[in-house]
């Protein structure tokens, strides 16, 4: 029966795929035929919002635009970034968190921004705050996704990979729009957006509430050994705000996670109680002017961020024990009764960071592009509140129901504390012939708490012949330790981690239809923090290299296929991040079948992750006593494939409709051997949205 | 077991359904919804010529220049064998400003913006129409200068350097500029 069913489903695709076969092929020879009025009202694609095309960048990038978020059906920006070649986003353990992992390394070693603002808190070493929960993308641009080293120009934590999301601004909102989206799950979102000119102003605004309760997997067992099902609910309100005149912008942001539930605590255990909320407000102010002075281009921002997180009832990081046998993780409580909440830790911490930068591009020298630039960030954990139920040596006290306050102690789980940190860039591209560009760049970094360090990149980009762009890059960068990390350490100052890289692309469109692009890349890292013997210390060294391979091919006017395969060579020792898949594959078809009407299919594919012996179970602790001493199976892979269908009804209405998990794959995602059999992902769902514009 | 049998059949089931849509499809075309930046600014340059007037200077040909790195792609095959007036149009892509002699049009290409003034001062003297899609473009003396406004392309009209050199534009296309500087 199941059988026939996979048939006729495939038979319903080829007949669909042929129905694009015979539709009448339209050239851009039409462009031609227009008068200029028409050409005026037509939108266009920009490659890349620089002057270069993305061949031609001195790195290695991929730009997700809009029109990619539409066509593939993605609500969640954390959902497109796996279209990205070498990228692979995982679900953490603590609330699914989407973790973005760029080419077999940890996702520490990422520096994910909105706006240009780093969405990495101080108090942990992840590239975003504990309850982020991805972002949605009614209100997004474009995705910039830059694999390889961002230091000499991003600064701190840039070692992997640099993810820029870039919300709608002046000239991008050039419709008003109200959307409304349900889907399984209980999953329910409504936005809008307007842009609007004053007084030579333009000044534009987006909302976006949503809210889920997540698709509540069932856990086979948790850390000790319970199976249950986990709340992976939340709630998130993102509201933006811009005003834009001449060369000045104003950008202002609101955005707030809440009732964000956790479904397990750090160490593994189900946590039913937490439901964290992370408040995030932004103020920037930017200038830009391209002709300041002869020769000289200057940009300035001065921006203001205040991030508040809190974990609301919870943390509760063991569960309750109330009678003997008093086993890891029970411990017998002393006078008063039993422990009837399990340990508790309540966190809450605020912070705030303020950048002020100023570069300028200077075109004086022939053949030369030069951008000079610096900084100066403060950032500053100015809240920190730790209310605890148990003593120094992890016992509760009591019946669990009274809480400590250990803010501001050596047991809190950060202390208050002020970073300060000023830096210098200096870039330089130098086109040195007509087919060869050298881009040259540094950029020091003075830190307060830890010292300094200077991050160099050089890039070449050759022009081989007339298609063929072949780069070669080299780059350094850092991550550096978290506030947390570093009061967490006694008989070392901690270093920054490092990284080395190495790349050779090549791009090569054989036809306006046809383009074929490759990436060879090695990484070396050194000084990785680690928890060990107690503390976070600087640990050993780390290396993958790889390759990432790329074609898209656009057949016909109304067909487009693009795919990606990525192969990730990691050393195999205890860095290793087990969770990432040696081999990927991605492949996407955008179909126009009809004048109004568009679909999309899309397939990830993650294969072949194998399990470090590290995160085998042999620790009698884990899983409890029905699971000692398991050797855990490598992870079977996953094969995701969505289909969406967008109709555009009329000027004002469209709609769409969306499958994810089409084939209802058992997927899973890798996580420690605490949780011994994995973290299951959702089965097949669906949503439907409407938009209308005016 | 029974489960991770039917996983196995769903993802051969998938591959085949890849390799099914692959089969089809041939010809050429433009992307889609959305348009290309460089097609887009393509069919905009043969409009201009379209739409301006130059001294006769007895020539076979229009010839049609890109100086710098063509950001066009195959865009400007369209053009070739197209007029502007009676002449049939020549495309050619030169690097040097010995290539620019004889061009009646020339695009000057975001890869060679730093060499605009000595395009520029190359051609002074002769009727030649110059377009270029850099922000001050106008400013620095280009005739035609593209702008990307609101996801729209427009442009802007330098017409006191138009007049200069000896050529004329439709009134069509002054309506539609953007901006015009006498």
């Known amino acids: ?694 | 077991m029974g489960q991770i049998i039917t996983i196995k059949r769903l993802r051969h089931w998938g591959v085949l359904l890849w390799l099914l849509i692959l089969l089809f499809g041939r010809g050429g075309a433009v992307w889609g919804e959305e348009v290309p930046e460089y097609k887009l600014k393509a069919a905009y340059l043969y409009n201009f010529s379209t739409f301006t007037t130059w001294p006769d200077q007895g020539k076979s040909h229009f010839e049609f220049c890109v100086y710098g790195k063509s950001p066009f792609g195959a865009a400007l095959d369209h053009i070739r064998g197209k007029r502007t007036g009676s002449l049939p149009i020549k495309v050619r892509t030169t690097q040097t400003l010995e290539g620019v002699a004889g061009c009646q049009l020339i695009y000057i290409a975001p890869s060679a913006i730093n060499k605009l003034g000595q395009v520029l001062g190359s051609v002074a003297q002769y009727p030649v129409l110059t377009v270029s899609d850099n922000p001050g473009g106008l400013e620095r003396g280009v005739m035609i200068n593209m702008v990307t406004v609101k996801g729209r392309i427009t442009f802007e009209v330098n017409l006191a350097e138009v007049e200069r050199h000896g050529l004329k534009m439709s009134s069509k296309l002054l309506r539609l500029a953007k901006r015009i500087i006498h």
């Open chain 1, 1 to 694: 029966m199941k059988k026939i069913r996979y048939w006729s489903v495939a038979v319903g695709f080829y007949w669909m795929a042929s129905l694009a076969y015979a539709n009448s092929p339209t050239s851009s020879d039409e462009l031609f035929e227009l008068s200029l009025d028409q050409l005026m009202q037509l939108e266009v694609k920009i490659a890349t919002g620089t002057q270069k095309t993305l061949s031609k960048a001195p790195a290695s990038v991929t730009v997700i635009t809009q029109d990619d978020i539409q066509k593939t059906g993605a609500t969640n920006i954390a959902e497109i970034l796996e279209s990205v070649p070498g990228v692979h986003v995982r679900f953490n353990r603590a609330s699914y968190s989407p973790f973005i992992h760029i080419r077999g390394t940890n996702t520490n070693q990422v520096l994910l921004m909105v706006n240009g603002i780093s969405m990495r808190s101080l108090t942990s070493a992840w590239p975003q705050d504990f309850f982020w929960k991805g972002m949605p993308v009614s209100a997004v641009e474009r995705v910039e996704v830059i694999r390889g080293p961002g230091s000499a120009l991003y600064g701190a934590n840039a070692s992997a990979g640099v993810v820029n999301i870039i919300t709608k601004s002046a000239g991008s909102i050039q419709q008003n729009e109200v959307g409304a989206r349900v889907g399984s799950f209980d999953t329910r979102s409504i936005w809008g957006q307007q842009g609007t000119n004053v007084a030579g102003m333009d000044i534009g605004m987006s909302f976006d509430i949503s809210q889920t309760d997540g698709h509540s997997p069932y856990i086979v067992a948790d850390r000790a050994g319970t199976a249950g099902t986990v709340s992976l609910g939340y709630k998130n309100l993102d509201l933006r705000s811009y005003m834009t005149r001449d060369d000045w912008r104003i950008q202002a942001d609101y955005t707030k996670n809440s009732d964000v539930e956790v479904g397990f605590d750090g160490s593994g255990y189900f946590d039913p109680l937490t439901k964290g909320s992370v408040e995030r407000v932004h103020v920037g102010g930017f200038y830009n002017n391209p002709n300041i002075a002869p020769n000289w281009g200057v940009d300035a921002e001065l921006r203001y961020q205040d991030l508040s997180s809190s974990s609301g009832d919870g943390y509760r990081q063991e569960p309750p024990c109330q009678e003997p046998p008093w086993e890891p993780p029970c411990q017998e409580p002393p006078t008063g009764g039993a422990d009837v909440t399990g340990k508790i830790d309540q966190q809450l911490s605020s912070e705030r960071h303020i950048n002020i930068e100023v570069s300028g591009l200077f075109t004086g020298f022939q053949d030369h592009e030069m951008r000079i630039g610096g900084g100066h960030k403060w950032l500053n954990l100015y809240e920190v509140q730790n209310l605890v139920n148990y003593d120094a040596s992890g016992t509760v006290i009591g019946d669990g129901t009274s809480l400590t306050n250990i803010s501001g102690t050596s047991r809190a789980f950060a202390l208050e504390s002020t970073r300060k940190l000023k830096y210098l860039f200096l870039q330089d591209i130098w086109t040195l012939s007509d087919s060869v560009e050298l881009t040259a760049g540094a950029r020091f970094d003075d830190y307060s708490d830890f010292g300094n360090t200077l991050n160099p990149r050089l890039a070449l980009v050759w022009n081989t012949t007339d298609k063929l762009t072949t780069k070669l890059m080299y780059g350094e960068a850092y991550r550096a330790p978290s506030f947390v990390e570093i009061k967490n350490t006694t008989t070392s100052v901690l270093a920054p981690e490092t990284s080395k890289t190495v790349e050779l692309g090549f791009t090569y469109p054989v036809s306006d239809q046809l383009l074929f692009a490759m990436n060879l890349f090695k990484y070396e890292m050194e000084g990785i923090i680690k928890w060990s013997s107690g503390q976070y210390q600087n640990g050993s060294e780390f290396g993958v290299n790889g390759i990432e391979l790329e074609a898209q091919w656009q057949p016909r006017d109304d067909l487009r296929i693009f795919g990606n395969f990525t192969v990730r060579n990691p050393d195999d020792n205890t860095e290793r991040n087990d969770y990432e898949p040696y081999k990927d594959a991605y492949l996407r078809l955008d179909w126009r079948f009809k004048p109004a009407w568009s679909w999309n299919i899309q397939t990830n594919w993650i294969a072949e992750r194998n399990r470090s012996t590290s995160n085998d179970n042999t620790d009698d602790k884990i899983g409890g006593t029905t699971y000692d001493n398991l050797v855990r199976p490598d992870l079977d892979d996953n094969f995701l494939m969505n289909s969406t269908v967008r109709y555009h009804y009329s000027n004002q209405w469209e709609f769409a409709a969306s499958v994810r998990n089409l084939l209802d794959d058992d997927a899973f995602e890798s996580t420690g051997r605490t949780i011994p059999f994995d973290l299951p992902l959702p089965k097949r769902n669906l949503f439907i949205e409407a938009r209308y514009k005016f």
